[in-house]
Every structure is written in structure tokens, then in C-alpha cells.
């Protein structure tokens, strides 16, 4: 029985040596690592970078008078949640008695996240809304008046299973 011919090396295709696969499988790589990156860079947003800053810049002394305003009339507020029903105690110090409040649900790095809630008054102190489901993690939160008077702030960790106290920070 003869033995299959060998073919020699120098007259082999070029497909069949490993040379050539190795020098393209280079930049063939940096081809892919390129796509996957604008994938990447197109497929998830940057929320963090506002549209207007100039705008939101001059609005910062707004911010300021108003949570002076807050720590002016002694405001803080308890939160709790129980059963899917986010409660909010203002206490005693509301100069007069308020329909509603709006809690602004901040995610820090998603504005697709973002969740704003209206609370109903249910005595002259005591405010309930029913807490959709949220991710978890982090949430800035920000109450506020419809007037848009003063306001408080403070960090949320979902889910929420702790009270938080919101103090009016200067």
C-alpha cells in the first residue's frame, strides 16, 4: 500500500498556511473591537451631560433660595413605605395646609429612570401614594410643594426597606 503524497510546503495554497491567518487575525480583531465599540456608544446614552447647562447654571440660585426657604420654616419630612403605599409625614411646621406634594424619584445616572409621584393629602401633615416598582439601587429624592416654594432632599437606596428623614440642606 503506498503512502499519500505530501505536498510540499512552498506549493501549498495560501489558505493552508498559518501565516497569513495569524497577520489578518490582528486587524480583524481591532474591526470588531472598533464595531462593538460605537454598538456600545450609540446603543446606551450618556444622561449625565445636560442639554441646557447655561440654563440650569443660573438655576442653581433658585435651588439655593429654596432650600433656605425649607430650612427657614423648619421643614423635614418622614418617609416610609408599607405594603406598595409610600407615606410622608411633613409634621407640624406647614405654614398652611397643602393639597398635594410632588416627589421627584432622581436616578443618578438614567433619566429613563427618573419617576416623579404625586402625593394626595390625608390630614393637614400626612401625604400617601401608591410606590411603582423600581431598580435597584440608588435614587435622589426631591419633595416639594406645587408652588414650588421650598424642598428637601436626601438619597434613597431601593429597595426601600428603611425610613428616611429628609432635612432641607443648604
Do not use: C
Not at 12 to 33: D, E, N, Y
Request: no cysteine.
Amino acid at each position: 500500500m503506498s503512502e499519500p503524497a505530501l505536498i510540499p510546503e512552498h506549493k501549498l495554497p495560501w489558505w493552508r498556511h498559518p501565516w497569513p491567518w495569524f497577520l489578518m487575525a490582528l486587524p480583524m480583531s481591532a474591526v470588531i473591537g472598533g464595531i462593538v465599540t460605537i454598538w456600545l456608544a450609540t446603543s446606551n446614552a450618556d444622561d449625565l451631560v445636560s442639554d441646557d447647562y447655561y440654563k440650569d447654571g443660573l438655576a442653581i440660585r433658585q435651588v439655593v433660595e429654596r432650600d433656605a426657604r425649607a430650612e427657614q420654616l423648619g421643614l423635614s419630612a418622614k418617609l416610609d413605605v408599607q405594603a406598595g403605599i409610600l407615606k410622608v409625614n411633613l409634621g407640624d411646621k406647614l405654614p398652611t395646609s397643602i393639597g398635594h406634594l410632588k416627589l421627584q424619584l432622581i436616578h443618578p445616572t438614567q433619566a429613563g429612570q427618573d419617576i416623579t409621584l404625586t402625593l394626595k393629602a390625608v390630614g393637614k401633615h400626612e401625604f400617601i401614594t401608591p410606590l411603582p416598582a423600581l431598580t435597584a439601587g440608588r435614587y435622589q429624592i426631591r419633595l416639594e410643594p406645587p408652588d414650588r416654594s421650598w424642598r428637601l432632599t436626601g438619597e434613597w437606596h431601593s429597595p426601600f426597606t428603611d425610613r428616611l428623614t429628609l432635612q432641607a440642606h443648604l
